[in-house]
């Protein structure tokens, strides 16, 4: 596709399921990252790819949070027994890599916690 | 830490008027770049600013960046309808990294 691609776009989940969001991001781009964003707040920084390196992970809440890019393409964020504080909308977004390199976001997936 | 503020979080004006956000930051970024994002969107670059004074224009749009590249300013002129939307900064650091402002949300009312 042209764009990053996020899924699920909704989820709702109960307190405590394991939760699992896919982003594929733009063919060829480098730099994979992950933001959260909750209801009227700016996005924040989870973590952050080169490749299937995990370079940066400082902004992951908890060890509840865990992300992989197994392959160097797509990746999945895994949030282990949701808890309400959890609900936002978790925004991934891909580059090229290396500064001044436009930086591309998905839809977002829009978790509920309930 | 580095922080991101902008101001106001929130405006409210008519079509055809002017409109100002400000982005202020505690420390010095790599560049700092503006976003739209509108319900249901991820956030969609508008600009980048690098060096300290420049100033960029996007159709009605203009952005400033302080010369101590600490600060930026997005300036609409006749605003419309269609520019209703949150609007973000966010400074890069390395690596790509973005560190984003809460975010300004604008209503342009017809």
């Given amino acids: ?19 699992a969001l896919r982003c594929d991001p733009i063919s060829g781009h480098v730099s994979l990252f992950w933001y959260q964003q909750a209801l009227g707040q700016g996005p924040e920084f989870l973590t952050y790819f080169q490749n299937e390196a995990q370079l940066d992970k400082s902004g992951l809440p908890s060890d509840r949070f865990f992300a992989e890019r197994p392959e160097g393409s797509v990746s999945t964020l895994k949030i282990q027994r949701t808890q309400q504080e959890d609900s936002a909308v978790y925004l991934c977004a891909s580059s090229l890599g290396g500064p001044g390199n436009t930086i591309y976001f998905g839809e977002g997936s829009w978790l509920t916690v309930v | ?32 770049q503006w976003y739209r994002q509108e319900p249901g969107e991820g956030p969609v670059l508008l600009v980048t600013v690098v060096t300290g004074g420049e100033v960029k224009k996007l159709k009605r749009l203009t952005f400033q960046f302080g010369d101590a590249r600490k600060d930026s300013s997005l300036h609409i002129t006749a605003a419309q309808p269609g ?16 560190t984003f402002g809460g975010g300004t949300r604008v209503l342009v009312k017809p």
């Fill in chain 2, 83 to 98: 520019d209703t939307g949150l609007y973000l900064c966010a400074g890069e650091a390395a690596g790509n990294k973005l």
């Fill in chain 1, 1 to 19: 596709g042209a764009g990053v691609s996020q899924s699920p776009r909704y989820k709702v989940a109960k307190r405590g399921q394991d939760v």
């Fill in chain 2, 1 to 32: 830490t580095q922080l991101l503020e902008q101001s106001p979080q929130f405006l409210s004006i008519q079509e055809g008027e002017n409109l100002t956000v400000y982005c202020n930051s505690s420390s010095v970024f790599s560049s700092l």
